[in-house]
C-alpha cells in the first residue's frame, strides 16, 4: 500500500471505496473501515441542486471515524456545484465532481457522463468548485460517451487544466453501462496524459485483480466499488497485501453474517427498523452469495419486516452450513 499525496492532503492509502448511490452510507463506510484502516472512502453522490435547496442529513453524515471521506457531488451549473462544495467542505476531506455516471435520469438531465459530451461547461464546473474551496477537488469519469468518441485524452487535460488535483477513470464508456470488462490499459494511458494522480477503477473484486490493475495502469491508485457488497473486509484485504504482501483469508460464511447483521443494525439505529430493513433488502441479497440455496433465503430475507426475523433466518442458514441438511 502506498500513500498518496493530492495538493496539500496526505492520503496513507491509495485504495478507495468508489461512490455507489444507494449504498456508500456513513454506516458501510464505517463497516468498510472497520477492515481498512486507512482507506479515503466515498460518499454517495449528493446533488447539487438538492443540497443548496435542503441539505439531507442521511447522505451527508459522516462519523469522525469514517475519515478520511470524500463528499462527491453531481450537478451541471457551475454556481451550484460550487454552493454544494462549499456547504459539504467544513465536513469533506476533499470533493469529487461526478462526470461518470451513465443512469438516465442523471445523464438526461446532463450531469454525470453527460459532461463528457460538453467538456466547455465541464471546465466551467471544475473551475467554479476549485474556486468556491480551499480543500482538494477530484473528479470521477470514465473512458468517453461511447466507442466512438472516446475522448479520455483531452477530457483528462482539460480537467488537470481547469484545476482539478485528482481524477478517477472508470474504465468503460457510457454507453458499456457496466457490460463488457473494464480496459485497464486504456486508463493507463490517461496517467500517461496528465501530471495530476490517476485513480484506477473497474473490475477489482480481489487481491489479485488490484494488482493486476496497478500493474497494467500504472495509476496511482485504485477504487473498489461493486468487490465490497457482502464482503467489507475487500478493501482491508488489498490493503494488507500492497502494504506488506499478506494475502489475508476472505471472509467465511459466518463473518459475513456476522456483519450482515451489524450493518442491518446499524441502519436501523440510522432509519427506524421499518425503512432500515427496506433498505437492507439488496445488501442481505449480497451477504447470502455463495451460501447453500441462497436464493430460497433471498427470497425470506427481503421480506422481513423485524430484525429478528432476519436473525432466525441467519441461524438457520449456519445450521444449514454445517449439517448440510434443510
Ligand atoms: C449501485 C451503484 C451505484 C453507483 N453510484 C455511483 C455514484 O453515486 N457516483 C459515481 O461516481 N459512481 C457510482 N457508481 C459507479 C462506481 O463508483 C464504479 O465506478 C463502478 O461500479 C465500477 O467499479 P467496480 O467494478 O469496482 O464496481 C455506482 C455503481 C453502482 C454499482
Known sequence: MGGLRVRDIEFDSNVFLAP?????DTVFRQLIRKYAPKAPLYTEMISSEGLAVKQ???????EKNEYPVIYQISGHKPHLMAEAAKILEPRATMIDINMGCPVNKVVKGS?????MKNPKLASEIITAVREAVNIPVSLKTRLGWDMKSKNYLEFSKMVEDSGADMIMVHGRTRSQMYAETANWEEIGKVKQNVSIPVIANGDIVSVETAKKCLEISGCDGIAVGRGTLGDMELIGRIES?????????PPTVEDKLKTALEHARMEIALRGERVGLKFMRKFFAWYVTGVKNAAKYRFELVRVEKLSEAEEIFERILEEQKTGVL
Open 241 to 249: 497485501y500492497l502494504k506488506d504482501g499478506v494475502v489475508k483469508p
Open 56 to 62: 439531507d442529513i442521511v447522505l451527508v453524515k459522516a
Open 111 to 115: 450531469d454525470g457522463s453527460a459532461l
Open 20 to 24: 455507489m448511490a444507494g449504498i456508500t
